[in-house]
């Protein structure tokens, strides 16, 4: 607590310092390219004036980024890492140092309501995106599971909002293929639909020397349709659905040496793949007075999908895994809250959810001439009740107080079955059924000071947690599950404009106290992972980002993020104290600078250019508990040229334009150490007709 009182007076010094500089901003008004200003439900607010570090991407600087999908969002949010490695299976997000390599995610995601509950759904094809937000710190009072280290809301586009069609194609290096088309139109004038679907294609990037072809080629296509519906001026119905399939090749890993920092080539010799089937259904109905805003929210997620592995990622026929996966995710979420503009606000909220989940694993042991087969049957159910109290005017105008709880119930099952082939014997080798239940109340209190009408100060303390689990890999009986990971999360912010609001800042200090963590672990004999509970560990660190509208049509931006995150208490093995090493896959600096230009041109052929150009850098970051191999502080180039006349805009595009060589992911196995190459320089064009 003391640490958090010395953060609150530090960012309260420095706001007030700051305060007493400023000029007059309450006559003036400008747009910024990031600047969203639609509320969400569970938000009093626009993120602006809430008191939570929080970044926003509108569509429009989503699409001069040329982002495609969740992963490059890495680095340009402070103190977000999403590394881009071996497939859209892998998908961990890391927020302040909090993530989880393997099994249910530790930062939430959700894409029109509709919760991800599992990584491998996180990495799908960006289209029709409306705005992105991702709200950095613990999240569970309002959002619950998997948001111990905060959350990414993604929208896509409202038919009653947008209208019209689009025709886009794209054409780049290393194969590069896209096509995408999407209406938008009204059956009445309250009754609104979206039709939207893209294909995408890579020919890879990482030649298999074994094979002589690329190790990870890439087909994938998605469809959406959305149907929105102002039934009367107090209700409105939403619904949604889309289907996402992907079929790729995968995990170009190669060895490593730890002495160089360097990665070899790829060179096994069995092909590796990875399919996916991902289907998304989502029902919402909002009915609004001028009193209250209820809403009901029911979600069905479906995932199928198939990976294929050579284990052993050698020229030699040792081992090979295929693992397959099937979800069923149903989902229930009920919100009232009060829409008054009194000094009092509450919301009310229930969640429900059935996870279904089954997974078969086979492993073939090519030299032994043997094989195993696991079966996982393994259900998930639960509910929440949470609460949110905001008392405006408290004590002065300008203070503020906020006050919520949730309280999580969840039981987890597991029916397992293990089977061993050898020469044509089939035997049961294992078998057991268990069921583990977790309860657990998670509280948070923010004060906030707001001044000058868009200046304010703000201090907060929540309570992270993250549900326990069985392992879906284990080859001793005490690890076939493993327990809860809590933390207690400290913050101090502020959130101040000047120059007649042209520039907008945000600043943040952070400290986490982070119990009983949930660590990646390779199984014994080292063919495998595991998850295994392991002490204390601490993360502390700094946020900052600034906004600045320069002149008319001329945008900069800039974010940074510093996170030190450190064992305090990790006892590996009777002969490893890993105290005091840095948690791994946690880059120590996030850094991003770009700027949009937009200017008009007086020509028969021509009506605007729009220039974008953007650095990233990453680092340093440890690849694991031992901190032997790391990647040093790198930085990524992008850059993209639009040219528009009328309802058509050409594009030239690059990304990573310096050739920047690092590491994108490192791992080991058998004795071996391997990684994964980041990508290397791509470029390409884009064609788009808007009608």
């Given amino acids: 607590m003391n640490k958090f009182i010395f953060l609150t007076i530090c960012i309260l010094s420095f706001g007030l310092q700051l305060h007493a500089e400023e000029v007059d901003t309450l006559n003036s ?11 969400s439900f569970k938000q009093n607010k626009s993120y602006r004036m809430e008191p939570i570090s929080a970044s926003a991407f509108s569509s429009t600087g989503i699409v001069n980024r040329n982002i495609t999908g969740i992963k490059e969002f890495s680095a340009l949010v402070p103190n977000l890492f999403i590394p881009d490695y071996g497939s859209k299976l892998t998908s961990p997000v890391y927020i302040r140092g909090i993530g989880s390599k393997i099994n249910a995610p530790s930062v939430g995601l959700y894409v029109d309501g509709i919760p991800y509950f599992e990584k491998s759904a996180f990495d799908f094809d960006f289209s029709e995106i409306d705005r992105i937000e991702v709200l950095r710190g613990p999240q569970g009072t309002l959002y619950g599971r998997n948001t111990m280290g905060g959350i990414i809301n993604v929208f896509t586009k409202s038919p009653l909002e947008w209208q019209g069609s689009s025709l886009s194609l794209m054409a780049g290096n290393y194969g590069q293929r896209q096509a995408s088309a999407s209406h938008y139109g009204k059956l009445t004038h309250n009754l609104g639909y979206a039709i939207s679907g893209n294909y995408n294609h890579t020919d890879g990037y990482f030649n298999n020397l074994a094979t002589g072809e690329n190790a990870d080629t890439q087909d994938s296509g ?78 069905f997620q479906y995932l199928k999908d198939r990976q294929g592995v050579d284990q052993d990622f050698s020229t030699k026929n040792q081992y090979y895994v295929i693992q397959k996966q099937e979800q069923n995710m149903l989902s229930e979420e009920l919100n009232i809250k009060a829409v008054t503009q009194t000094n009092y606000k509450w919301l009310f909220g229930a969640f429900g959810f059935y996870q279904g989940m089954e997974n ?23 509910f929440a009740l949470y609460h ?90 005490e690890d076939r599950s493993f327990e809860p990971e809590y933390s207690w999360n400290y913050e101090a912010g502020t959130k101040l404009s000047f120059w007649q609001n042209r520039i907008k800042t945000e600043l943040s200090l952070f400290y986490i106290d982070w119990r009983n963590q949930q660590i990646y672990q390779p199984l014994p004999s080292g063919k495998g992972s595991m998850l295994k509970n392991a002490g204390r560990s601490e993360s502390k660190g700094i946020e900052f980002a600034l906004q600045a509208n320069v002149c008319n049509g001329f945008m900069f931006n800039v974010a940074y993020g510093y996170t030190d995150a450190t064992f305090k208490e990790y006892q590996r093995s009777a002969t490893l104290d890993y105290a005091g090493k840095k948690l ?55 850059g993209k040229v639009s040219f528009m006349k009328g309802a058509f805009t050409a594009s030239i595009w690059g990304k990573n334009l310096t050739g920047t060589e690092y590491t994108a992911f490192y791992f080991e196995s058998g004795g071996n150490s391997f990684a994964q190459k980041g990508k290397p320089v791509t470029f390409g064009g884009n064609l788009t007709l808007n009608f």
Wanted: glycine share 6%; proline share 3%; net charge positive.
């Fill in 29 to 39: 008004r400008s747009i910024f390219l990031d600047e969203v200003v639609v509320q």
């Fill in 222 to 299: 998605s469809g959406r349709i959305r149907l929105e519906w102002q039934l009367q001026p107090k209700l409105k119905i939403q619904l949604m659905t889309s289907l996402d399939h992907s079929d790729q090749g995968g995990y170009p890993y190669a060895l490593y040496n730890k002495e160089t920092n360097s990665v070899g080539q790829v060179n096994y010799n069995d092909f590796s793949s990875y399919r996916r089937t991902l289907s998304n259904t989502g029902a919402t109905v909002d009915y609004k007075t001028d009193r209250f805003w209820l809403s009901s929210q029911t979600a």
């Fill in 360 to 382: 078969d694993v086979d492993m073939d042991y090519k030299l032994q001439r043997m094989s195993t087969h696991k079966v996982y049957d393994s259900p998930t159910y639960g």
């Fill in 388 to 477: 949110q109290s905001t008392i405006d005017k408290l004590f002065t105008d300008a203070l503020s107080l906020t006050l919520g709880i949730r309280y999580d119930w969840e039981q987890a099952h597991t029916d397992y079955k293990a089977y061993r082939s050898i020469n044509d014997t089939t035997g049961i080798t294992d078998s057991f059924k268990s069921k583990l239940t977790f309860r657990q109340l998670t509280p948070k209190a923010t004060l906030q000071y707001t001044f000058s009408g868009s200046q304010l100060l703000y201090t907060s303390v929540s309570k992270g947690y993250k549900s326990g689990g069985f392992n879906t890999s284990f080859e001793r009986d």
């Fill in 584 to 638: 791994p896959l946690v880059p120590s600096q996030t850094f991003s600078v770009g700027t949009d230009y937009l200017f008009r041109v007086k020509s028969p052929l021509l009506d605007r250019i729009q220039m974008n150009i953007s650095y990233s850098g990453t680092g340093k970051l440890y690849w694991s508990e031992s901190n032997e191999a790391f990647q040093k502080y790198y930085g990524i180039w992008n």
